[in-house]
């Protein structure tokens, strides 16, 4: 079935540093790829997302990679500020017009950045 | 704040009961995805409507149902409630198939959740 894996569940990194989180997805048909960062009790926001026609996006401090042959997609922070610390997700889903579009969620990572 | 909008924000009520919650998408947007985040499952896809009409359906319990009106506003039915159906439910809409220009069609935009407490 569709699934996807996040890791770690939690990170904990020095300002200044930078994050790295990591997703793997089941489903070969999977071609967008969201991240959402949540903050305690609100709504997740969309940060970034790529496309399986793309390797790479990057918009200032956060990038996203995709590699379609191994199924994985990370997200990048770097420079992390205190305001980065939440909880983020990762997304995979089947777009376009013959597919729902339904987002399978990651488990989490719980990412704090220590001033 | 992504347009979307969600009531209640909050909903306490007693194990047995039925509650409907509320989405109204962005504007233009066809497209209403149902999501419920609990401590333990995270966020899982409930269902989908698209136009008026069911696209969708994940791990959704009979017990819950779900309908999209003309105007698009779209309402998830919780009945017989029990203790593990306290979660945070959130919508969130998509433009959809008829994608404007420039425009993805597979962005999704999450309102703010109704917290459910079941007692």
């Known amino acids: 079935g569709e699934n996807v894996e996040q890791h770690p569940s939690t990170l904990s990194v020095q300002e200044g540093d930078s994050a790295v989180i990591k997703c793997t997805y089941s489903?070969?048909?999977?071609?967008?790829f969201p991240w959402y960062k949540q903050e305690l009790g609100k709504r997740p926001q969309l940060i970034i997302d790529i496309r399986s026609n793309v390797g790479e996006k990057k918009d200032q401090r956060i990038a996203v990679t995709l590699n379609k042959t191994a199924k994985h997609f990370s997200l990048h922070i770097t420079e992390t500020q205190p305001e980065d610390s939440a909880v983020y997700f990762c997304?995979?889903?089947?777009?376009?017009?013959?597919?729902?579009?339904?987002?399978?969620f990651g488990q989490g990572t719980t990412l704090q950045v220590k001033p | 704040d992504s347009g979307v909008t969600q009531t209640p924000k909050h909903l306490i009520t007693a194990t047995g009961q039925r509650v409907t919650l509320r989405c109204s998408p962005r504007?233009?947007?066809?497209?209403v995805y149902w999501y419920q985040q609990s401590l333990d499952q995270g966020l899982q896809f409930l269902i989908q409507y698209y136009n008026g009409e069911e696209r969708a359906k994940g791990n959704i319990l009979e017990r819950f149902s779900a309908q999209q009106f003309p105007d698009l506003h779209s309402e998830l039915n919780l009945s017989s409630l029990e203790l593990g159906d306290s979660a945070l439910y959130f919508c969130?809409?998509?433009?959809?198939?008829?994608?404007?220009?420039?425009?993805?069609?597979?962005?999704?935009?999450f309102g703010p959740g109704t917290r459910l407490t079941v007692l």
């Open positions: 489903d070969s048909a999977s071609n967008y």
């Open positions: 969130a809409s998509s433009v959809g198939l008829a994608g404007r220009r420039g425009q993805s069609t597979d962005t999704q935009y």
């Open positions: 997304a995979a889903s089947k777009g376009g017009s013959s597919n729902t579009g339904k987002l399978i």
């Open positions: 504007s233009g947007d066809l497209s």
